[in-house]
Structures are given as structure tokens and as C-alpha cells.
């Protein structure tokens, strides 16, 4: 693979390493980005547990740029007789918005403004900008 179409996930900071396969998912008609990566462990260790969570922050980048910001929403540990394989899935920063709910202090209606407006409204309780 070329360097600059390297696949790379950081998760707290640390890069994933291992790894077997990987989906990035983005579509025009979802808010959010999802991806899964399969990746096997470093069996020199006899520790058996993957060294992510879900709720921990992640990037995947492609070469430099990063496709995804976000977070560990699942993590599954798979075993056969040979060998030690995880399963890393994670979705966008904008999750939130599928998720969530308003707070009940922010606007909940919204008449005469433009659509982008009342979206980058609700979404900057979030933290994400429009």
C-alpha cells in the first residue's frame, strides 16, 4: 500500500497496530461516518485484552488527512484455536446528534431563520460547528 493511502487509527493517542481489515463508511445521506477495523494482537503478550473502550476518542486518517473524528462505540475479542482477533468500531463526533437530545434550556422551536441556522443552533450545544 503507498504511504499516503495508509490507513491509520489513533485512539486515545495510540496508534492501532495489527490491523487485518478496516471499513470507513460515509454516505451524503448519514450525519455520521462510521468504521470498523478487524486487527490481531501482538502475541508475545499474555494479556488478552484490546487496550480500547468504548467512549474513548479516535482519528482514521488516510495517508495525512484525517476522515474521522470521534469515538470507540464497540469492541468485540474473538478466539479460535490458532489465534487472538479484535473488532473495533466507532462512529464520527457527530453521533451525538443521532443520540441526543437537546438540553432543556436550548431553543426547541424554530421559525423564520434559515435551515442551516437552526441546525448550527442545536448543533453547538454539541460542539460541532456547521
Known amino acids: ?3 499516503k493511502d495508509e490507513v491509520t487509527r489513533l485512539v486515545n493517542g495510540m496508534r492501532l497496530q495489527w490491523w487485518q481489515s478496516v ?3 460515509s ?3 448519514a450525519i455520521a461516518r462510521t468504521f470498523s477495523v478487524s486487527l490481531t494482537k501482538d502475541l508475545s503478550s499474555a494479556d488478552e485484552r484490546l487496550p480500547v473502550k468504548p467512549g474513548d476518542e479516535v482519528e482514521v486518517l488516510i495517508g495525512n488527512d484525517i476522515v474521522l473524528s470521534g469515538y470507540i462505540t464497540k ?3 474473538n478466539f479460535s484455536a490458532s489465534s487472538v482477533s479484535f473488532t473495533v468500531e466507532g462512529s464520527s463526533k457527530t ?3 443521532i443520540d441526543c437530545t437537546l438540553p432543556l434550556s436550548a ?3 424554530f421559525k423564520g431563520i434559515a435551515v442551516r441556522q437552526a441546525i448550527a443552533e442545536m448543533a453547538s450545544h454539541y460542539a460541532i460547528e456547521v
Open 1 to 3: 500500500m503507498a504511504e
Open 23 to 25: 471499513r470507513i463508511a
Open 27 to 29: 454516505r451524503l445521506t
Open 75 to 77: 469492541t468485540a475479542v
Open 95 to 97: 453521533v451525538d446528534l
Open 107 to 109: 431553543r426547541h422551536a
